[in-house]
């Protein structure tokens, strides 16, 4: 089991940045395939970004080029850099994680394939 802590959300204004950040415990690494999803009041839960066993990164098109993720296993941690953010970036976003093996990124981000492991989330505001 892995069990998954986001924060750093908060609330700022269109064009600044934000950076998110997940703890995973016992560890990140043994999740092969760790991502962020955010879902806006009212809206439906959508990938924001996968990272897959092997570090390949896969984002959705409407933060593709605005926002990066990352992991580094030695903190247990996944990062989600927002750069130029807009008001419709505003929703919860949460960290998730399961056991997959590489290249299921595109997968991920298409809802074909649902992780099993899930943090509480952190609100963002953009505003």
């Known amino acids: 089991h892995v069990q998954l802590v986001e924060s750093g959300g908060g609330s700022v204004q269109a064009g600044e940045s934000l950076r998110l950040s997940c703890t995973a415990s016992p560890y990140l690494y043994t999740a092969g395939c760790v991502a962020w999803f955010r879902q806006a009041p009212g809206g439906e839960r959508e990938a924001v970004a996968v990272?897959?066993?092997?570090?390949?990164?896969t984002y959705a098109d409407s933060v593709n080029g605005r926002f990066s993720a990352s992991k580094d296993n030695a903190k247990n941690t996944l990062y989600l850099q927002m750069n130029s953010l807009k008001p419709e970036d505003t929703a919860m976003y949460y960290c998730a994680a399961d056991y997959l093996p590489r290249g299921v990124g595109r997968a991920v981000l298409a809802g074909d394939i649902v992780l099993g492991y899930w943090g509480r989330g952190t609100q963002v505001t953009v505003s």
């Open positions: 990272v897959d066993a092997e570090g390949s990164t």
